[in-house]
């Protein structure tokens, strides 16, 4: 999956792991004058050097702040001297979204991901498929008549959306119907971003699990962290003063291995002005959590956002409520529909979503033996990061976590 969509907001008890000097400017340097991508080689040059030497010096100053500073005090004074800044009133959010897989597999074999597993896989051995962009139209015009216009498209599940040779007008049908639509990408595929300069994006999300290729290997499997810090240099040259760039997010999917590079992660992005986020990565397809509940599945024991973790931290409390199911469906390249986005894309599909109603769909969803199963064992919650659940549930699985991933940045 290009990336995991709901905002986790983790509050428990730890320290921040000591920060580490990853690597050396000097590979800066090589690693993105190699590219073309990047332009005009000493300005490039000179902008890496900049990014990585500044990083420790201000990284003891923000540190300093930090322990110095109350947080109610830093925020009084921000909001004095930068009152424009202040947060706006959330805007009302789309109430269904539509996952859509607009081609039919992954360029990466991520360990946590069913892509990279071969009982799993829609990927291993299989030719990539693209969806037509009748079949994309046809979608965009029954969301609408189905929802009355009040939804919202994400052109990713468990795909790579900038495999599809004809991804920018997708999202400019997307924008002729008035459809907010976003992408998320893994940036190891070398996309031609000026294409998307003329279109609107209501998020663009960009996953990583690393800034050096040793820790990025662990998660990203198959892919390398050499083409992805070269494309955001490139979206950065090329799209910075693009109408979407303020909906750039780099995602850092947090496990065991990789929080000592967070930092230098978020100041990198920082200096292209990207907002960057953390998440939790955790076990999928949903096969897995199933699995986990009782023992840690081969190959991820490093990801410490377990389902046995959780369920012991919600104990007996359950849900029949589910976002997952309720307000979002996944639709794969032909536009056939499951239960929900963290079943596996080899799973059963139950029908297809221009043939039938929406009421029939979400019928068929809701009486499915897979979400009576997963809404009996927790699972609903633990996909969810039980950021919908009351706040002594949301506590419990907080306190449950080994450390406090906001905490991290």
Known sequence: ???????????????VPKLKRPTSNTYFARLLLRHSLVGNRISCYRRIQIIVSTRQESMAIQSLLKQ????????RVKNIVYPQLSSPPAAKKPSFEFWIDVVSGCNLRCAACPVGMPEYTNSIGKQLREMSLDTFEKICVKAKEDTSGDCRFGLYNWTEPTLHS??????ACANRHEIPVGISSNLNHLYDWSLLKPLDL???????SGFTQKVYAVNHKGGRIEPVLTNLVAISRLLSDWPSYKNIQVRYLVHRDNRDEIATFKHFC????MKFEVYHAYYMPIDKMFEGLDHVPDGLEYIEYSPKRVRDAIGTYRTSQCALRDSQVVLDVDGNFGVCCVESPSAKQINNFLEVSFAEMQKSRFASDLCRRCIKDGINVLATYAQYEPAHVQ???????PFNLQELV
């Open 68 to 75: 110095a500073i109350p947080t109610s005090i830093k925020d």
């Open 395 to 401: 506590e419990s699985v907080n306190s449950a976590l």
């Open 202 to 208: 209501c998020n663009f999300t960009i996953t990583v």
């Open 1 to 15: 999956m290009s990336g995991q969509r709901l905002v986790p907001q983790i509050h428990c008890h730890n320290r």
């Open 270 to 273: 920082e200096k292209l002005g």
């Open 166 to 171: 004809q991804l920018h007008e997708l999202i």
